[in-house]
């Protein structure tokens, strides 16, 4: 040992937990119109205690809520944990249990017991706030107190945390995957809740191979779920080599089945290998499917299946095209975009259905990484994009969409973003006309403190 102490990047900077719940009514500069009325939740990864692993991977952090409730101009926060099995068993140790990742890490009292952390996204539907994490059921929270109601049972296993929600028909179309005894298997299921909040179908099916489905693509009749070849292994973890890697030669699957159909009934598209986390948003046209998706050559953040590092790599915006009526199974592919970005979202109301708009955070320095130092807004009917540039290091998180009350026109809104400024390691929330990002915010609700980098947010009108 030579004294040099490793901080893992996930405990440090503005990946650090906040350990404190707190409520703050905030200083609004600038004005925040009277018709934005409602919460902004997000949710992120934020371990309560040190965790046991040394290799500490960000995403298996326990959830915490982050609640930004605007009425009349202003702006009140409250934060708090999602109270899984997990942190309250954790909580009454004073200590962690759970060795993420990796199970051999656990403390023997929490061998094969529940390890949902409910971290990833945070869900507004049916009058019902739902923090979601893939692993588990969807957790019930209070939208108003943020306490934790628990599991959503009717879900039955393990929940994507990227449900979609149909604008029209009002149901929340899902899928879960590693279904079975292990998270390392290709089981998923593909489930549908009504617009009254009740679970009416759960249906499983074998995807070609085990891998991590982050995300998936529904449109107005179809379903699409991309199996792409960052792979689960226990056969590979068993022998001391990641759980997941990006595993390329496998190449990429995405299986189309119509969302009143049968899992028997799925057809398999492919493409050259590939990852995507996050699409922006999918429709289709007579016989052709479209999606539009945040492509990443490489899987980031994980290794390879030799359990060397993976490669740094970031994502631009491509369109995927399925071709129903075609012979072809291949998946025709465009680029979008010119610029790296993550995090993209559209106009809720545009959701399954063709847009115009589409919002995410982006690099403009191709750093070839994750850099969220800029808000883009595209415009697909004039070709045009939008930069709203951050500068002094300030990163911002996934930009999320509030429409206008009475509204209908698609894009017709603001947008809100939580920006962490890094001078003073505080937060801010922004919010844009959403039309006009480039023009800078609106109005900006200053934190006392910061609020760490996290996954995903959703707009809630709570009438
Ligand atoms: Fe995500």
Redesign the pocket.
């Given at each position: 040992m030579d004294g040099d102490v490793r901080i893992n990047p996930y405990l440090a900077g503005n990946f650090a937990p906040v350990r404190s719940e707190d409520d703050f009514d905030l200083t609004v500069k600038g004005e925040i119109p009277a018709e934005l009325r409602g919460a902004l939740f997000r949710i992120g990864p934020n371990p309560q205690f040190e965790p046991r692993d040394p290799n500490h991977h960000w995403f298996v952090g326990d959830g915490m809520v982050h609640g930004f409730y605007v009425q009349d101009g202003k702006v009140a926060y409250r934060n708090r944990y999602v109270r899984t099995p997990k942190w309250q068993v954790e909580h009454e140790a004073g200590r962690s249990l759970f060795g993420g990742f990796n199970p051999m890490l656990n403390d023997p009292s929490v061998m094969g017991k529940d390890s949902g952390v409910a971290n990833?996204?945070i869900v507004w539907h049916a009058g019902r706030l739902l923090a979601l994490e893939e692993g588990h059921m969807p957790t019930a929270m209070d939208p108003r107190t943020l306490s934790t109601e628990g599991y959503v049972d009717a879900y039955r296993a393990r929940t994507t945390?990227?449900p979609k929600i149909d604008p029209v028909s009002g149901e929340m179309v899902w899928f879960g995957y590693g279904v079975g005894e292990t998270m390392l298997s290709a089981g998923m299921s593909y489930g549908v809740t009504d617009r009254n909040g009740q679970v009416v179908r759960r249906d499983d099916f074998e995807a070609p191979f085990a891998s991590m489905v982050?995300?998936f693509m529904v449109t107005e009749n179809h379903v699409l779920f991309p199996i792409l070849p960052l792979t689960g292994s226990l056969k590979r973890a068993m022998t001391g080599l990641p759980a997941f890697a990006w595993e390329p030669e496998k190449g990429s699957y995405v299986g189309v089945m119509r969302r009143d159909g049968d899992v028997s009934q799925i057809r398999w598209f492919n493409t050259e290998a590939c990852y995507v986390?996050?699409p922006l948003n999918s429709w289709e046209e007579g016989d052709k499917l479209f999606c539009d998706v945040m492509r990443y050559p490489v899987a980031p953040l994980f290794p390879k299946a030799d359990g060397s590092p993976g490669d740094r790599a970031a994502a631009r915006l491509v369109r995927w095209t399925f071709d129903l009526s075609g012979a072809s199974d291949a998946i025709k592919e465009e680029p979008l975009d010119d610029l790296d970005g993550e995090f993209p979202r559209v106009d809720p109301r545009a959701e399954t259905r063709k847009h115009r708009h589409g919002w995410y955070a982006a690099d403009p320095t191709s750093s070839g990484t994750i850099k969220q130092c800029a808000i883009a807004h595209l415009d697909l009917a004039s070709g045009q994009r939008q930069l709203y540039e951050l500068a002094n290091g300030d990163l911002t998180s996934e930009p999320v969409f509030a429409p206008r009350p009475g509204g209908t026109e698609e894009g017709d809104g603001w947008l809100t973003a939580v920006v962490w400024r890094a001078a003073e390691n505080r937060s801010d929330l922004l919010v844009f006309e959403a039309r006009d990002v480039a023009k800078g915010p609106i109005a900006t609700a200053e934190l006392p403190r910061r609020v760490p980098f996290g996954?995903?947010g959703n707009w809630a009108a709570l009438d």
């Open positions: 990833t996204n945390a990227h982050h995300d986390f996050h996954f995903h």
